[in-house]
Structures are given as structure tokens and as C-alpha cells.
């Protein structure tokens, strides 16, 4: 089976249906399809041709759709890249994945302007301006019925890098409906006219939700930003049923004073997930919403990978602490804790969190060095220590990398590192995650300068932002003059920076 086929599948028997919504404009399936066949039409018109690789920058709108469509049904692979990212981060997505296209909405234009002088297979940047309309309707409204392979590539998503550059992770056709399928295994069955809120860009985690909601004849509500009292009203107007959040949004929504006395009637499944949540966080948004929350754990590497309902998530089970928990293993992904020597350890046991699932990644895109160490004997390694007790609740306890979850972003330090000792005062830095009671973590630098080279604390976060993107700054700065901790080969020790700050926590990973 492959996306395309499913997806016009539908679009055949919901043609009527409305499809996908933003604001006032509302597309029906018919409408969707048409639209999505024009923009396949549109991007092969520009030489492109089956597997090659189109890169696109936008916030959730209409159009956005039309490439999600328009990109698999021309058999093209999708490259999302991240409005929060900074231009460094963009080229070297656009670069490393060798895409001939970049698609980019007008307010972004000037982000990746001169991109394709500066990357040699980039031939074009089409930018989605006010003749964008006139474009799509000039293109051939036949479908090309490109053959698609179900082991074809069909996304190429990016995830952190410990070296400070991202990585592909490219996913098949096969695995991307596999991945999907596993999301709604547990939830409440999907029926036509059911309504699913994009609250996050499609082009992350919410965009898993999209195609299984489009299979099932469901209605994709797209919103191009947060704001908690927007949320609230939409997710009432539109009767919506399911949603992605992360826990700083579900937070938000608990304490905004208007949340009282609405109609959730139709909402049966609020998934929870991309970050550690509070137990007063979670609490509050039970009494709220009653029984429509559900808790996942999974990477974009691997998923999903463990999933809990309102009914495990929050009973009372002896021998297990079930608002402790991140989920548990689902029917279809198999799930072990595992030792130093990669060798399983007993129920009960810390270690590192491994799994297998349909949906995992094919691998990263054109690494295989970081492919081999991060899939041993079939197996994804998350980089995160944690336990599953008696009962089969998986619990997160730790980072085995230096990842850090900000607001539901993934944050590498070395990110951060390249850029602060890019700067001439700085002799050498390490950033590591500590609590934040608005994010659940916020990254922390600790900068050591010459002494002489005015710098203060302000710059440095600006330096981060200018070139990473916002999200990415540390939200401390600790300028020093000591040289930072290190083994005896000379290794930073920045664990002995961090534990400090995380004293008095049952655990190395903080929930918002």
C-alpha cells in the first residue's frame, strides 16, 4: 500500500465531505484532490520527476495542503523544514538531502533568499505569493498516476544531531501509513465528518495525524499559530474530536479563565505527547476534558512506540505510578530496556529505551556511520533511560544523550556550542538542559571567556537566536572564568554542570 493510492481513495467516496479548513475556507474533498493533482502537475512541469526531493517552508494554511497532497501524488519526497529554524539550519536541510525545489510561502521568502546559488542542486525557489492562485489553476487537472512503490521514500523528516547538524530521517511510504495506523490504534475509531485540530505544523509531529484523519473521511483544521482563547473557541465552533499537544499548549489551555463551562461533547482524543508532562498539568486538564486524554511516547526515528488512555493513565494500579508514566508498549511495537552491552535487563530495571515498530525510520539519509549506531540488530535506540515496571507502564527517567525537550523541541547542545565559541570572547562552553516551570526544560549555558573581550549574557542568547531561531536560545547564561570540568582524556564533563540544578527531582526530565 502506499499514501497516494489511500488518499485518492478517499477523495473518490468523501468527495462532497469537507476535507481541510482555515478560517473561513473550507475545501471538500473533491475540492482538496483537485487541487493537491494541480500542484503535482505544477512541480513535475518544473523537471521534476519521481523520488526527487522538494523542500517546503510555511505555517499551517490552506495551501499548505496542497503540497501534502500535491507532493504524493507526483511521487515526490517532502523535506519539511521548520519556521522556528534559522537560515544556517535551513540551507543545511535543503543541502544534505539534495533538493532540486523549495517551496516557500512569501512570508518566509526572504529567509532562504539566494539558497540556490548557494546550494548546487537546488535549481528553484518557488515562492507561494498573490499570483499563486492563478499558477495552480493554469496546471493540468489530470492526474499523472505516477507509479509509487510502497518501499518508495515519501518524507524526509529532521531530527537533532549531537555534532550540531541535523539529521534526515527518511521514512517509506509503507512505514508512514504504518506509523499512522499505530497512532489511532488505541484511540476512539475515526468516522466521517470527525474533526482533527492542527494546532502544531503539519510539517511536525501533527502532521502524523493528517493522513489516517483524511482516511477516514475526517476534517483537517489547520491553525497557524497558539493562542490559548483562539484554541478554545475553535476547538468548540468546529466541534473538534482529535488533536495534537504538547503539554506547554495543555497547560496554557487548564489555566485560561474562559475554558470553563464549554462543550466538549465531541472531542474523543487529545494526544498529549512530544514532552514530559506535570502531573498537575495532566490532573487539571482530566477534570477539564474528562476521559479524551491519551499519553504516547515515541521519535521521530521510531514510533509510536508506548500509549496510554484516560483509563490507564489515570487509575490506581497498584506496584505502578501511572501519572509517572509516558505510556504503554502497544500491541504492534516491541519494546525492551536494555544495558550498556546492548543485552536486555529485567522488568524493573533502568536502561536505555529501545523498540521496533512498522513505523520506524528507513534510517538517516545518507549517514549510514550514525544509522549503525543508533540501529543495532534491527532495534532503534532512543537515547533515553527508562523502566518498565510489573504492569507495563513505561517510565522516562533520563536522557543517555544530551537532548534536551523544551516546550516539546528537541534541542541539541551541540547546536547551541557551535555557535556561542563561534564568538571571540568565548573560549570554550557547554549547554546542558535544567527545569523551566513554563517549557519543562530550558537550555543553559555555561560560557567560559578570555577576560577581556566584552560579552555579557544578553549576546550570547541573541547570537543563538539570530542564528538558530529562537526557540533554540538558552534561557540561562552563566559566564565564568574557570575552565569547564573535564575527564582525564579531556572530555567536558557536563553532567557535572547539570546535576545541580536538577536536585531535589525524582527524575532528569521535567514536565510542563
Not at 22 to 48: C, P, Q
Not at 468 to 477: A, D, E, F, I, T
Request: glycine share 10%; charged share 25%; proline share 6%.
Amino acid at each position: 500500500m502506499d499514501v497516494r493510492t489511500l488518499m485518492r481513495r478517499s477523495a473518490r467516496f468523501y468527495a462532497d465531505r469537507e476535507a481541510v479548513v482555515h478560517g473561513d475556507n473550507r475545501l471538500t474533498f473533491a475540492e482538496a484532490w483537485d487541487r493537491g493533482i494541480r500542484m503535482a502537475n505544477g512541480l513535475l512541469a518544473m523537471g521534476l520527476t519521481a523520488q526527487d526531493r522538494v523542500a517546503v517552508l510555511e505555517d499551517n494554511c490552506l495551501e499548505a495542503s496542497d503540497f501534502f497532497l500535491g507532493a504524493g501524488i507526483a511521487n515526490l519526497v517532502r523535506v519539511p523544514l521548520y519556521p522556528r529554524n534559522g537560515r544556517e539550519a535551513h540551507a543545511h536541510m535543503v543541502g544534505h538531502t539534495g533538493c532540486r525545489v523549495l517551496l516557500v510561502a512569501e512570508k518566509y521568502a526572504h529567509e532562504v533568499e539566494g539558497l540556490e546559488k548557494e546550494l548546487p542542486d537546488l535549481e528553484r525557489i518557488f515562492v507561494r505569493d498573490g499570483a499563486y492562485e492563478a499558477w495552480l489553476a493554469r496546471q493540468s487537472a489530470v492526474d499523472p498516476d505516477v507509479p509509487v512503490d510502497p518501499e518508495d521514500n515519501y518524507i524526509i523528516r529532521h531530527t537533532g544531531g549531537t555534532t550540531g547538524r541535523s539529521k534526515g530521517v527518511a521514512y517509506t511510504h509503507r512505514a508512514w501509513l504504518a506509523a499512522g495506523r499505530d497512532w489511532f490504534y488505541a484511540y476512539p475509531p475515526v468516522e466521517p465528518g470527525d474533526s482533527c485540530l492542527h494546532l502544531g505544523p503539519i510539517s511536525h509531529g501533527s502532521g502524523y495525524l493528517f493522513v489516517p484523519i483524511w482516511l477516514g473521511g475526517g476534517r483537517n483544521v489547520m491553525a497557524d499559530h497558539f493562542e490559548p482563547l483562539a484554541t478554545i473557541d475553535l476547538m468548540e465552533k468546529e466541534g473538534i474530536g482529535y488533536l495534537f499537544m504538547v503539554p506547554t499548549m495543555l497547560n496554557a489551555l487548564n489555566h485560561h479563565p474562559s475554558i470553563a463551562g464549554r462543550d466538549w461533547s465531541r472531542l474523543k482524543c487529545m494526544l498529549v505527547t512530544a514532552a514530559p508532562i506535570a502531573d498537575d498539568t495532566a490532573r487539571k486538564a482530566h477534570e477539564i476534558f474528562g476521559d479524551k486524554l491519551w499519553q504516547g511516547y515515541g521519535q521521530t526515528e521510531v514510533l509510536p512506540v508506548a500509549m496510554m488512555g484516560p483509563r490507564q493513565w489515570f487509575a490506581e494500579v497498584e506496584g505502578s505510578r501511572p501519572l509517572r508514566a509516558c505510556g504503554m508498549p502497544l500491541p504492534f511495537a516491541q519494546l525492551e530496556i536494555w544495558n550498556e552491552d546492548n543485552e536486555p535487563v529485567p522488568v524493573g530495571q533502568s536502561g536505555e529505551i529501545v523498540a521496533k515498530t512498522d513505523g520506524q525510520m528507513k534510517g538517516f539519509w545518507n549517514n549510514p556511520e550514525a544509522t549503525a549506531e543508533r540501529v543495532v540488530r534491527g532495534w532503534v535506540k532512543t537515547g533515553d533511560i527508562g523502566m518498565l515496571d510489573a504492569n507495563g507502564y513505561l517510565y522516562m527517567l533520563d536522557r543517555a544523550d544530551d537532548m534536551i525537550i523544551s516546550g516539546g523541541f528537541n534541542i541539541w547542545p551541540a547546536e547551541l556550542e557551535n555557535v556561542i565559541t563561534d564568538h571571540p570572547a568565548v573560549v570554550e562552553c557547554a549547554v546542558f538542559g535544567i527545569p523551566h516551570e513554563r517549557w519543562g526544560e530550558t537550555p543553559c549555558a555555561h560560557v567560559v571567556t578570555d577576560g577581556r573581550t566584552p560579552i555579557d549574557e544578553a549576546e550570547i542568547a541573541a547570537l543563538c537566536a539570530d542564528r538558530l531561531g529562537s526557540y533554540k536560545k538558552p534561557g540561562r547564561v552563566v559566564l565564568s572564568s574557570e575552565a569547564l570540568p573535564k575527564t582525564p582524556v579531556g572530555k567536558i564533563k557536563r553532567r557535572a554542570l547539570r546535576d545541580p540544578y536538577w536536585v531535589g527531582h525524582d527524575r532528569k526530565v521535567a514536565g510542563a
